[in-house]
C-alpha cells in the first residue's frame, strides 16, 4: 500500500501540532523538499523528495511507495513543551539578531543638515538630497542614469569598478556558450549566472556628510549559488565583540599605543577556487552595456577573484588575510606572527621593538601598539601588503570612531581615560521613535526598563507572551518593533551594559509583540536617548586584575517560575564582558537560582583567562579570578564538598565550579546585593537601586571589594593592593 503524509505522521506517532516541526526535522536524514533532494540519482543517494505537504489541499496530495523509511524522532519532539520552548527561543534569537544586524547594516546616524565632515568639499547645489540635506543615494545605476545631476555618484562607482578590475576579479566579455565550452556552465552541477548590482551609499561621519560610496554585489535568489552543490562551507570567523574591549583594556591599563585602518576593498583580496567561479551578469546600466558585444548580444563575467555577496566571499578574504599576515609579512620584515587560539580574528606581531595586536573586523583592522616608534612602520607595511599592484593597501583612521562606537581618551592628573560611546547612533534612533514620547510629553525615565507593572511584557515559562492577541501583536509589529528592537541591542552589545535585561526581555517578545513590549522599547529608547554620552570608562588606575559579579532573580511574577540572571566581568575599572538571560529550568530556589548563574559566568572567565594568558598578560590572572555574589548559600556550596537538601537534587554539570576553585581558576565572594553591579542585569530594577550601581557598571566609580578580597589596581608603574582582607 501507498502511504499519505498523514499515514506517515500516525505511524510514527506525531501530533498534528508537531508535524511541522517534523517535516523541518527530516531535513537532515534528506528527506523534504530542498532542491538537492530532487536529482536523477536520488535513489543511490538515499535522497526522498516531496512537496511541502501543508496548506488546505496539499496534505494528502504526495503518496510514499512501500519501502520508504521515515525516522522516528525520541526525545525533543516527544516532549511538546520542550520542543515549543526551543523553537520560540530559537525563532526570536534569530529574529532579533537579524533585527540588530539590518540596524547596523543601515545604522542611523544623527543627520546634522547639508554640513560636511571637515576635509570634505560642500555638497553641490545640484545633488539629490534628502530632508536633512544629505545626498539621496541612487537605487540602481539605471535610476542614476536618470538624474541631471550625477557627477559625485558616476565617480564612486567608477572607482569601485575600477579596484575591482585592478584586483582582477573577473574574465569579461564572455557569452554563455563560452561559459558552457569552459565546464563552467550547462549539465547537472553547472553554476548558474549570478545577478550583480552597484549599491550606493551615502557615508556619514558624526552626523556630517564624508563621501559617496558605491559597492558592486552579487545579489539574486539563493537558488543561484546552492549550498551542497556550489559550495560546501561558508564559515569564516567573526571577532568578539568583547575582543574590542579587552584592546581598550590593554591600551589604557598598559599605555599602549592605538591605531586603526581600514583595508582598501578588502574582500576583493583572495582568489577564487576552480570549483567557486561563477558567472555572474553585469549590473544594468552602463556596465551591462560596455560589455555588450557588437551583434547586440550581451556578454557576461566570469568571478576568478572574489565579490561581496557570494556566500564564500567571507571565507575566501579569511583565508587571504591569514595567508598575508602569518605567511607573507613575516618574509617581508623578519617579524613573528601568528593568529590567537582565543580570538581567531586577532593576530600577535613581534616586531624587533616590542609587541602588536590586532584585531579585524572583516576590513576594519584595530591595533594597540606596545612601541609606539613601531605605529608608523606597522601602517607602511600593511598599507604595502593589502596593496594590489603597487597601489595603496589601507586608509588610515583617526582613532575615535570604529563600528559606530565613538572613542575619547583623555588624562587627567597622570591618570588615562577611555570612554567609548555611541550618541550618533543613539541621537538616530531619538529622532526616528522618540516622538510618541515627546507627544505624551514623557519625563527622561530614571531606569533603563519600566518598573511599572503595567509596561513589562509577561513570559510564561517557554517564554511565550501572555495575554497577546494576534491583531494586538500585528499591529506593534506596524509601529516598527523589530527595528527599534534592533537599534536597541547594538548599543547593549558595545556600550550600555545597564540595557542587558531590557534587550534580553524585548527579544523574547519578538514573535508576538504586546503593546505593554512597545511602551517598554520607547521607554528604552528615551534612556538610551538621555544617557547617550555615558557609555563605559577605562582608566589606567583601575583594577589589573579581572573581577567577576554574578546575581539571579527568583519568582519574578513577570516571568512566572523561571527567572532572569545575570553577570558582569570588569578589567580596567570598565565593564568587558557582560550577559543577561533566562534560566531555563526552574530553580527550587534564590539559592539554586544563584549556584547555576555562577556556573554560566564562570564560562566566560574561563575564556577571559586563557585570552589574557594568550596575550602574553597571564601575571593579571596568576591569582584566582574573584566570583561576587549576594548569596552566601551559593557561595559555600561552591567553596565546600556540601550535599544537603538545598543542593543534592541539582544537575552534575553545576558543580564543575568546585573542580575550577580547586585548580585556583577562581574563587568566589559575597558581597551586598546593594553593591552588586550585576543586580541591574536581573530585573527591573528601581531608581535608588540604578543610582546607586549604575556608576560601577559605565566605569566612572570604582568596582566595590568585599570584605576578605584584595585587588590589585594599576596604574602598572606603581600598582596598588586594595580591600579589606577580613573575610565575612
Not at 146 to 174: I, P, Q, S, T, Y
Not at 452 to 469: F, G
Not at 696 to 724: A, D
Amino acid at each position: 500500500d501507498r502511504d499519505k503524509w498523514s499515514d506517515v505522521c500516525n505511524g510514527a506517532g506525531i501530533k498534528s501540532s508537531d508535524r511541522r516541526e517534523y517535516f523541518i526535522w527530516l531535513r537532515q536524514f534528506k528527506i523534504g523538499n530542498m532542491k538537492e533532494f530532487r536529482v536523477a540519482d536520488s535513489a543511490e543517494k538515499g535522497y526522498v523528495f516531496f512537496p511541502g505537504p501543508f496548506g488546505k489541499t496539499k496534505s494528502n496530495k504526495t503518496m510514499f511507495n512501500a519501502g520508504v523509511k521515515f525516522p522516528i524522532p525520541t526525545g525533543v519532539l516527544r516532549d511538546d513543551t520542550q520542543a515549543r520552548v526551543r523553537l520560540l527561543d530559537a525563532r526570536n534569537e534569530v529574529d532579533a539578531e537579524n533585527a540588530m544586524t539590518e540596524y547596523v547594516l543601515n545604522m542611523v546616524y544623527n543627520a546634522k543638515g547639508s554640513a560636511t565632515a571637515p576635509g570634505v568639499p560642500p555638497i553641490d547645489p545640484r545633488e539629490t538630497v534628502d530632508s536633512n540635506g544629505i545626498p539621496l543615494p541612487p537605487k540602481t545605476m539605471v535610476e542614476l542614469e536618470k538624474r541631471e545631476f550625477k557627477e559625485m555618484w558616476d565617480k564612486a562607482w567608477r572607482k569601485e569598478w575600477d579596484g575591482l578590475n585592478h584586483h582582477d576579479c573577473f574574465l569579461h566579455g564572455l557569452l554563455i556558450e563560452e561559459l558552457v565550452a569552459m565546464g563552467v556552465m550547462g549539465g547537472r552541477d553547472g553554476k548558474k549566472i549570478v545577478n550583480t548590482q552597484m549599491l550606493f551609499e551615502s557615508k556619514l561621519l558624526d552626523g556630517l556628510f564624508n563621501k559617496y560610496k558605491a559597492r558592486c554585489v552579487a545579489n539574486g535568489h539563493p537558488g543561484a549559488v546552492r549550498k551542497g552543490i556550489d559550495y560546501q562551507t561558508v564559515f569564516a570567523a567573526a571577532p568578539h565583540l568583547q575582543s574590542q574591549r579587552i584592546m581598550r583594556a590593554v591600551e589604557v591599563l598598559l599605555g599602549w599605543t592605538p591605531v586603526d585602518f581600514d583595508v582598501k576593498q578588502a574582500y576583493l583580496l583572495g582568489r577564487a577556487d576552480l570549483d567557486q567561479r561563477y558567472p555572474i551578469r553585469y549590473p544594468a546600466g552602463p556596465i551591462r552595456e560596455l560589455y555588450r558585444g557588437k551583434d547586440g548580444k550581451e556578454r557576461y563575467g566570469l568571478i576568478v577573484g572574489n565579490l561581496y555577496g557570494l556566500p564564500s566571499s567571507g571565507r575566501v578574504y579569511a583565508k587571504e588575510r591569514n595567508r598575508l599576515v602569518l605567511e607573507e609579512l613575516p618574509k617581508r620584515t623578519g617579524w613573528k606572527t601568528r593568529k590567537l587560539t582565543s580570538e581567531p580574528c586577532m593576530y600577535e606581531i613581534i616586531t624587533g621593538n616590542g609587541k602588536a595586536y590586532m584585531l579585524v573586523h572583516t576590513d576594519d583592522c584595530d591595533l594597540v601598539v606596545q612601541c609606539a616608534a613601531d605605529k608608523e612602520i606597522l601602517v607602511k607595511e600593511f598599507n604595502a601588503l593589502f596593496g594590489i599592484k603597487g597601489a595603496d593597501g589601507v586608509d588610515i583612521g583617526d582613532g575615535k570612531n570604529m563600528l559606530g562606537i565613538h572613542r575619547e581618551r583623555w588624562s587627567d592628573k597622570g591618570v588615562r581615560f577611555l570612554r567609548l560611546t555611541q550618541a550618533g547612533n543613539i541621537e538616530g534612533v531619538w529622532q526616528q521613535f522618540g516622538d510618541e514620547r515627546k507627544a505624551t510629553r514623557k519625563r527622561p525615565p530614571s531606569t533603563p526598563f519600566p518598573t511599572m507593572d503595567e509596561d513589562h511584557p509577561r513570559l510564561d515559562n517557554n517564554n511565550k507572551v501572555v495575554d497577546v492577541t494576534p491583531e494586538e501583536s500585528t499591529a506593534v509589529h506596524a509601529k516598527g518593533y523589530r527595528n527599534i528592537v534592533g537599534s536597541i541591542l547594538w548599543p547593549t552589545r558595545c556600550t550600555a551594559p545597564e540595557l542587558g535585561y531590557a534587550a534580553s526581555i524585548l527579544s523574547k517578545c519578538m514573535a508576538s509583540p504586546p503593546e505593554t513590549a512597545w511602551r517598554a522599547a520607547l521607554h528604552v529608547a528615551h534612556w538610551m536617548h538621555t544617557h547617550k554620552s555615558e557609555g563605559i570608562t577605562f582608566s589606567s588606575h583601575g583594577n589589573l586584575e579581572p573581577v567577576c559579579y554574578y546575581d539571579s532573580g527568583y519568582k519574578q511574577k513577570h516571568l512566572f517560575d523561571k527567572p532572569q540572571y545575570g553577570y558582569v566581568i570588569f578589567w580596567g575599572g570598565a565593564p568587558i564582558i557582560w550577559q543577561s538571560k533566562r534560566h531555563t529550568q526552574v530553580p527550587q530556589s534564590v539559592s539554586q537560582a544563584e549556584f547555576e548563574t555562577l556556573t554560566h559566568a564562570w564560562r566566560d572567565v574561563k575564556w577571559l583567562r586563557e585570552f589574557i594568558k594568550e596575550m602574553g598578560l597571564g601575571k593579571y590572572v596568576e591569582r584566582p579570578t574573584p566570583m561576587i555574589g549576594d548569596n552566601r548559600n551559593a557561595r559555600d556550596w561552591a567553596l565546600e564538598d556540601v550535599m544537603a537538601d538545598g543542593n543534592r537534587h541539582f544537575e552534575h554539570k553545576y558543580f564543575t565550579i568546585r573542580e575550577r576553585i580547586e585548580k585556583g581558576e577562581i574563587i568566589p565572594y559575597w558581597i551586598s546585593g546593594k553593591e552588586n553591579p550585576s543586580d541591574l542585569l536581573t530585573k527591573a530594577t528601581d531608581k535608588g537601586a540604578v543610582d546607586a550601581l549604575l556608576p560601577y557598571m559605565n566605569g566612572t566609580k570604582e568596582i566595590p571589594i568585599p570584605e576578605g578580597l584584595q585587588v590589585w589596581f594599576g596604574p602598572i608603574e606603581s600598582p596598588e593592593l586594595r580591600g579589606n582582607p577580613k573575610q565575612s
